[in-house]
């Protein structure tokens, strides 16, 4: 299995490439002092090892192009430090694109067009997880390896950060996975601010409706999961509820029920052998799909 550490930039001006740096070199240390649990990889090969040895495989990438600031050549540094996938846009515009999040629906800018043929040219994944409709489509047209990294059927849950049929159509097309999310208002609107939430069957919901219109080699996991995650970091996502949905009474924003941690996934593999999928398809949903595409830029 393989996580991605995604960092996003923040502040404005040049604090962003600053702030982006700080985190890689926070990261890469606390990497440094586990080597026995955790690994950062920029092969194939280094996957299969690090789950041979036992060890989280880390792809590091960022959800937002902010760190670049106007300059494209940063791409070539980031790449460098082994940073492999990068998310257009983080719900709102950027230089590059229109987020999901936006009034606007514009595409992609041609700033963006510039980065997407760079990250082409430099072997890097283009992500579309929190990106607009319109830049998602053009995105996945330009892009040579494209996914989206953490999102569900917009047809199952109508939220805007969720993609559409024809954004899932253009993206097997292009031989792109997406993974689904474990995050409340993404599976199924409930009222949580009342307790309720949705579960992993409704999850399982949104991987049945992938597979039926595009095929389960275009279907993984992108669960958006973050363990002991800080009351503060919860405040302020009611300020979008059209997005992230109301909080629980206790002000937090909880994961669905069976799948709020990631000693979830068994259940998740459980649920998909109960609805009739083969063990050749569950690998393929479970890990083997991303792999497939990360081959494209890590071999």
């Not at 070199?25 to 990497?31: Q, S, T």
């Not at 924003?253 to 569950?282: C, F, P, Q, W």
Request: proline letters at 2%; glycine letters at 10%; aromatic letters at 6%.
């Amino acid at each position: 299995m393989t996580a991605t550490n995604k960092t996003v930039a923040g502040g404005g001006g040049t604090d962003n490439l600053s702030v982006t740096m700080t985190k890689l070199a926070e990261w890469n240390r606390g990497l440094q002092k586990h080597p026995d649990v955790a690994c950062v990889v920029t092969r194939t090969d280094d996957i299969y090892q690090a789950k041979k040895d036992g060890k989280v495989a880390y792809i590091s990438g960022f959800q937002d192009t902010l760190m670049i600031e106007t300059n494209v050549g940063f791409l070539d540094l980031f790449y460098k430090l082994g940073v492999r996938i990068i998310q257009l846009t983080y719900n709102t515009k950027n230089l590059v694109g229109d987020g999901c999040g936006e009034r606007t629906d514009c595409g992609l800018s041609q700033f963006g067009l510039e980065v997407i043929d760079r990250m082409n040219s430099l072997g890097m994944v283009v992500d579309i997880g929190h990106v607009g409709d319109r830049t998602s489509n053009e995105a996945i047209e330009r892009a040579k390896v494209v996914v989206c990294s953490h999102a569900n059927a917009r047809s199952v849950c109508k939220n805007v950060r969720n993609k559409t049929d024809e954004t899932i159509r253009a993206l097997a097309k292009k031989d792109g996975v997406i993974g689904v999310n474990a995050f409340p208002s993404f599976v199924k609107w409930t009222k949580m601010e009342k307790g309720e939430r949705p579960t992993v069957k409704d999850l399982l919901d949104h991987v049945d409706y992938i597979v039926k219109l595009v095929g389960v080699n275009h279907v993984g996991l992108g669960l958006d999961l973050i363990d002991n995650w800080p009351l503060e970091r919860h405040r302020g996502l009611d300020r979008r509820p059209d997005i992230w949905g109301r909080p629980t009474p206790e002000g937090t924003y909880d994961y669905a029920v069976g799948i709020e941690h990631v000693t979830g996934m068994i259940n998740l593999a459980r649920g998909l052998v109960k609805r009739g999928y083969s063990d050749a398809d569950v690998k393929k949903i479970l890990g083997e799909n991303w792999i497939r595409v990360y081959k494209k830029v890590l071999d």
